[in-house]
């Protein structure tokens, strides 16, 4: 059993930065492919961006891309979401998640692990 823990969230300025961990406890992730998603009330959660097994390969939303960096660190359990040029509509809960499929079961939400979540806030 997995759990996966987020952390970095806050309240920013628009055009500021935060950086998302997720710990991973109780078992390794470093074969496992990982994603970040976002809600907002009364919103469907929506997938943010992707990470494979070893890093080589990451997916993003579009509304992220240039802007979002996901990243992993194998060796620390641990996987990352930088977050540059923040702008309000990205506003939210971030959600850590595993999944025991591939890399592209991200994109389509396919997810067996989630965390709790971490707040973000920006403010215009």
């Known amino acids: 059993q997995v759990q996966l823990v987020e952390s970095g969230g806050g309240l920013v300025q628009a055009g500021g930065s935060l950086r998302l961990s997720c710990a991973a406890s109780?078992?390794?992730?470093?074969?496992?492919?990982m994603g970040w998603f976002r809600q907002t009330p009364g919103k469907e959660r929506e997938f943010v961006a992707a990470?494979?097994?070893?890093?080589?390969?990451?997916y993003y939303t579009d509304s992220v891309k240039g802007r979002f960096t996901i990243s992993r660190d194998n060796a620390k359990n641990t996987v990352y979401l930088q977050m540059n040029s923040l702008k309000p509509e990205d506003t939210a809960r971030y959600y850590c998640?595993?999944?025991?499929?591939?890399?592209?079961?991200?994109?389509?939400?396919?997810?067996?692990?989630w965390g709790k979540g971490t707040l973000v806030t920006v403010s215009s």
């Open positions: 998640a595993l999944t025991l499929e591939s890399v592209l079961a991200v994109t389509m939400g396919r997810m067996d692990y």
């Open positions: 109780g078992s390794t992730i470093s074969s496992s492919a």
């Open positions: 990470i494979n097994w070893s890093g080589s390969v990451t």
